[in-house]
Every structure is written in C-alpha cells, then in structure tokens.
C-alpha cells in the first residue's frame, strides 16, 4: 500500500502509537477470533475490539471469517503487514508505505533503486 492521504498516514502512525495495538500485531501471526485476541494481550473484549477496528481502519489488518466447533462463524483477525516505511521528503512531509509481504533484503534494495529510479 503506498500512502493515500494525510487521513491514512494519521490512522497509521496513531495505530502504531498504541502499545496494545502493537502487542495485537505481534500476537497475530495467525487468524484469532477477537476473544483469542483479547486473551492473548491481557484487554477487555470491549478494548479489543476497538483496537482491531483501529488497526484494521490503518490498514495493518485482515478480516477473516473462521468457522467454530459449534458450527457458526466468527470473524478472525490476521496482520496484514510485515512493516512500515516512512520517508521524510523535501516536496511532501511524509511519504508512507505500508510493507504486505515480507522481503529478502536484496527484494527491498531493488524495491527501493526502482522507487529511487522513477523519482529521477
């Protein structure tokens, strides 16, 4: 994803700005149902909830859904993000991308001199 607007960087950079929040996404290296989520971090269902929503407003999370051994369904939660970049530039205050699939160091360096080649 890159940058969509100063609206999308704020919800970014104030999602990330939580500790609770940052705590989901480092426990979501699977889909979780919001009560496993709430579980896991120590937060209320009502906290979790609305830290999911948060995140999932930035960007930083999927929405599944996951069936349970009763046979109803419930949404899951997945990060949707291995990173965030952030670029500070002349022409504009902040340039931010958010990072989907993880990438080889020689991935992100060729990444980065195509992104520096369509600049110049």
């Not at 989901?24 to 989520?37: K, R």
């Not at 990060?79 to 990072?99: I, M, N, Q, T, Y």
Request: negative net charge.
């Amino acid at each position: 994803m890159t940058d969509d607007g100063p609206g999308d960087r704020q919800a970014v950079f104030e999602a990330l700005a939580d500790p609770d929040c940052r705590d989901i996404l480092a426990t979501l290296d699977e889909p979780l149902p919001a009560q496993a989520v709430a579980d896991a971090c120590d937060l209320s269902q009502t906290s979790a909830y609305r830290k999911l929503e948060r995140l999932a407003d930035a960007g930083l999370l999927a929405e599944g859904t996951g069936v349970r051994a009763d046979g109803h369904h419930v949404t899951t939660y997945e990060r949707d993000c291995s990173g965030v970049w952030v670029a500070v530039e002349d022409e504009r205050p902040f340039d931010v991308e958010v990072l989907r699939e993880r990438e080889s160091p020689d991935e992100r360096l060729a990444r980065l001199w195509q992104e520096v080649s369509e600049e110049v």
